[in-house]
């Protein structure tokens, strides 16, 4: 068969190094895709947010499949318009997808239906949220309600710094539409998972649980990222809280979808803390994560097509999922300056050498490649993730393969995977 995965990042060439593994493919295009990715699919000029576009070049391809990874064609409908030329197309349609584009319906929905999360309110109007804040304990956290790259969010130490980030978002608009709302909710302790969950509305199967690090810098200091590198399986997530947020979060969400007429198939992702009182949702992702997918693809024994096949088809109970117990862990290399401004346009060297080992395997993220080189071409460059029997010798493998690979102005942190 014939797939298309829409997408250009880290995330999208796990996916593709995982779908051209299937027995089953015969061909993998991606639209826009990268340079690594480019090296094992067919790259497309097409934008992830040109629907027209993938809906013509997979009728003119005949294509079997599209996997839509990212959240913006999820929210715009790209899945809606895919199956409505009658192409199978795997990712929630933009009824669902809203459980991301919109963190307000994501909160209403929790509160609805009694999932456990943080406190929170949700405004409208810049007045009224910094009214309502000058009576509020500290921290706070602060999110644009719509999409903003993973970095809507503000934790706000003292009311000077909340005031700053609701004006920055719904005066400044530094996240565009995404600042038309803000949700401001108390701010959780405790050490946060990715859970990620394949689901064809009905079945919901967990993957195997992931932790990432969100901060630009060594002991979660800096900026926050699109993430920083991530680990599998998580050091915290136990067999008990997997028991209870099955009951108490995972099944009452599919439900909850269900029956607010918004079916969920596809991958959610289950941005967990775990807090003193139990398990608590700080937010929903409606697609696989990054750079969680680096780490959680990887540990995967059975065959993705069948998997995607499968919720597609609201079969996904008929199908075993099994996962390997390796540990798993990538470290981003990133351009420097990133997440703020950087340069790119830098050579990469030593890719090659960090693969010769076989238990590495390098996701590229911001490249591109000319003359059988790569180029930085984004602020995530690269993925260099390992597997090993344990954590601790992944993490060790992890740098092992990042010492060997140099660019200009590269920056990458120091602790990933550490306790």
Not at 259 to 272: D, I, T
Request: with cysteine; hydrophobic share 40%; charged share 30%.
């Amino acid at each position: 068969m014939k797939v298309l995965v829409v997408g250009s990042g880290g995330r999208e060439h796990a996916l593709v190094w995982k779908i051209v593994q299937s027995p089953r493919v015969e061909k993998v295009y991606c639209a826009p895709g990268n340079g690594g990715i480019s090296a094992i699919a067919e790259c497309v000029p097409i934008k992830a947010m040109d629907i027209e576009g993938i809906v013509n070049f997979s009728k003119e391809k005949k294509i079997d499949m599209v996997v839509v990874a990212p959240d913006d064609p999820l929210a715009a409908g790209m899945v809606d318009a895919l199956e409505e030329a009658g192409i199978r197309a795997f990712g929630p349609n933009k009824a669902a997808a809203v459980i991301e584009s919109s963190k307000a319906f994501a909160k209403n929905l929790m509160k609805k239906y009694n999932i456990p999360t943080a406190r929170y309110e949700i405004f409208e109007n810049s007045a009224d949220a910094i009214n309502y804040l000058q009576d509020q304990k500290y921290p706070v956290v602060v999110k644009a309600d719509g999409l903003a790259l993973g970095k809507g969010v503000i934790i706000a130490q003292n009311f000077d710094e909340a005031k700053q980030a609701v004006q920055s978002i719904m005066e400044d608009k530094v996240f565009g539409e995404a600042g038309n709302k803000v949700v401001i909710e108390e701010f959780l302790v405790g050490q946060e998972v990715s859970m990620l969950a394949f689901t064809d509305g009905k079945t919901i199967k967990t993957m195997v649980s992931s932790q990432d690090h969100k901060r630009a810098l060594d002991n979660d200091q800096g900026l926050n990222t699109g993430g920083m590198g991530t680990f599998s399986p998580s050091r915290i997530y136990t067999e008990e809280i997997d028991r209870y947020c099955m009951e108490r979060i995972y099944k009452p969400t599919i439900e909850a979808m269900e029956k607010e007429g918004r079916k969920f198939k596809g991958v959610l992702y289950f941005g967990l803390i775990i807090t003193k009182d139990g398990p608590k949702v700080l937010e929903y992702n409606a697609r696989f994560g990054d750079p969680e997918t680096q780490v959680v693809l990887p540990r995967l024994n059975t065959d993705i097509i069948d998997i995607f096949e499968a919720v597609i088809d609201e079969r996904l109970d008929e199908v075993e999922i099994s996962w390997n117990d390796s540990a798993c862990v990538c470290v981003i290399m990133a351009s420097g300056g990133y997440p703020k401004e950087y340069k790119t346009g830098y050579e990469i060297s030593g890719i090659e050498d960090a693969e010769r080992d076989a238990n590495i395997v390098v996701f590229h993220a911001g490249t591109k490649r000319e003359n059988g080189k790569y180029y930085t071409a984004g602020g995530r460059v690269l993925g260099v993730t390992a597997m090993e029997n344990t954590l601790d010798e992944a993490i060790k493998k992890a740098y092992e393969g990042v010492g060997k690979i140099k660019f200009q102005d590269m920056h990458y942190r120091k602790d990933i995977g550490k306790k």
